[in-house]
């Protein structure tokens, strides 16, 4: 019963992979050469601009997922336009001259060698995620179950992001601070940062062994919180 809205909604996010790569591109480039807060009050301002856009396609203009989708579009083009504004108007050696874009044979292949592998490691837990999501859709052979399996899984993955936040943060911050000190030629400074990004996985440490606690945040009916305290389990261990 949700196959349509689903596949409605895949279509409309499918229209922002454009943006995505223009933000994290150019969030990359920014981070690189020290700027780490652009970026950041950039995405704060689209998640905000999501959720006002989320209330008002719904809330006023009565739409459904297409509207949820509309909302997240808007704002992954917003800050993929902000990212890009900035490189277009800053003076430092990351400056962006549209006129002058082009395929840079070698540095196209540095690209390559490095991002091919990068994104082999991150479809593991796509394909993961894939198989997770098939195993639960076919727990249930009656089809008496599905709505609430599906809360509950989509409860458990919210749980599973603020994990995942923690551990980005770390390699966000190390990934950043590593390269400016390699293109810098002092790879001995590299380590400095390590002891206090060891604080990053705190918030892990509180929703890991508290699932079954914070699932109600996400979800209400007493009988999604089985399922989804056993998904929110086996993504924090």
């Known amino acids: 019963d949700v196959i349509g809205k ?7 996010i499918f229209i922002g992979v454009p943006a995505n790569v223009v933000y994290n591109f150019g969030a990359a480039v920014l981070r690189s050469s020290g700027d ?13 601009i999501n959720v006002i856009l989320n209330v008002i396609f719904v809330t006023l203009f009565g739409m459904d997922v297409d509207g949820v989708a509309l909302a997240t579009l808007i704002s992954q083009f917003f800050s993929a336009g902000m990212v890009l504004r900035r490189l277009v ?16 044979a070698t540095a196209l292949k540095k690209i390559v060698f ?25 727990y249930d052979t009656a089809h008496l179950l599905d709505s609430a399996l599906i809360a509950g899984n989509s409860a458990a993955s919210n749980i599973e992001g603020f994990v995942y936040v923690c551990m980005n943060a770390f390699h966000q911050t190390s990934l950043t ?31 890991a062994p508290h699932s079954a606690q914070n699932l109600p945040w996400f979800t209400a009916p007493q009988a999604q919180v089985q399922p989804s ?6 993504c924090c261990a």
């Open 36 to 48: 780490t807060k652009r970026p950041m009050y950039y995405l704060i301002t689209a998640g905000f």
């Open 114 to 138: 490095i991002g091919i592998p990068a994104g082999i490691q991150s479809s593991v837990f796509s394909i993961s995620n894939v198989i997770i999501q098939s195993s639960i859709n076919s």
């Open 177 to 207: 601070f590593s390269g400016q000190n390699l293109g810098a030629a002092s790879p001995g400074a590299g380590s400095q940062p390590h002891l206090s990004q060891r604080y990053n996985g705190a918030p892990a440490g509180f929703f």
């Open 89 to 104: 108007i800053t003076d430092d050696d990351i400056k962006l001259d549209i006129r002058n874009i082009r395929f840079h």
């Open 6 to 12: 689903a596949t409605l909604y895949m279509r409309i």
């Open 229 to 234: 305290a056993a998904g929110a389990a086996g």
